[in-house]
């Protein structure tokens, strides 16, 4: 477990309908990000965030998918009208900046959410 | 753009034995390299991190090196096991802009009792 939680871990949607997922990040990291990953790839980036602001989005974010981290807490991820292209892991991960050496950047992912749309 | 290749796709190999997966990367003006382990249907755990002024890491049977100025990257498992069959994915962050990690393709291990 890296304390990193995601929710649901599952979910079956039928195309055309709305999904959202929840990330919920390690408390004191500030930054946050989301991936998604297709069967047989590596995990490719949609955004980020630090605290609130959303400072990164990924071409492969469409105008379909829409990222929140009100109060720089927890993230949401909403898919709307959904097609069977977005069956994939969704995965959020987080990690610490700041300033100075000691501070690695290093990002720790949640177990991910996947997606299926029949 | 960062392109991360990791050969081989796929490797068998006997419990107890030593084995090297590569990674490779075309721009090598990276912050630093991950080495991540994913089992089936799960998330990502990271293994190792090295800085990109760093050389290599070590934790238990596992020793990452780095060559930035090559774009290479290893990961030597000792005495494998087979709880150590896993798909295990590199990843590289940019020196700046972007603060996200590129991923390579993953190499899937099979380690035989």
């Known amino acids: 477990d890296t304390g990193v939680s995601q929710n649901p871990r599952h979910k079956i949607t039928k195309r055309g309908q709305n999904v959202t997922f929840r990330c919920d990040p390690i408390?004191?990291?500030?930054?946050l990000y989301w991936y998604r990953q297709t069967l047989g790839q590596g995990p490719e980036f949609l955004t980020y965030?630090?605290?609130?602001?959303?400072?990164?989005k990924s071409r492969l974010l469409s105008d379909r998918f829409s990222a929140e981290r009100p109060k720089g807490s927890f993230s949401t991820l909403e898919i709307q009208r959904t097609e069977q292209g977005d069956s994939a892991m969704y995965l959020c991960?987080?990690?610490?900046?700041?300033?100075?050496?000691?501070?690695?950047?290093?990002?720790?992912f949640g177990p991910g959410t996947r997606l299926t749309v029949t | 753009k960062q392109e991360v290749t990791q050969i081989p796709a796929a490797l068998s190999v006997p419990e107890g034995e030593n084995l090297v997966l590569n990674c490779s990367f075309t721009?090598?003006?990276?912050?630093?390299l991950q080495w991540f382990r994913q089992d089936p249907g799960k998330g990502l755990t990271s293994l190792l991190l090295?800085?990109?002024?760093?050389r290599e890491q070590t934790s238990g049977r596992l020793n990452a090196s780095l060559d930035k100025s090559s774009g290479r990257s290893t990961l030597y498992i000792a005495a494998s096991q087979p709880g150590d069959s896993a798909t295990y994915l590199c990843?590289?962050?940019?020196?700046?802009?972007?603060?996200?990690?590129?991923f390579g393709t993953g190499t899937r291990l099979t380690v035989i009792p």
């Open positions: 990843a590289v962050r940019h020196q700046t802009g972007a603060n996200n990690l590129f």
């Open positions: 991960a987080s990690s610490l900046t700041g300033i100075g050496n000691r501070v690695s950047y290093e990002q720790y």
């Open positions: 721009d090598s003006a990276i912050y630093n």
């Open positions: 965030f630090q605290n609130e602001a959303q400072l990164e």
């Open positions: 090295i800085q990109s002024s760093q």
């Open positions: 408390s004191e990291h500030n930054r």
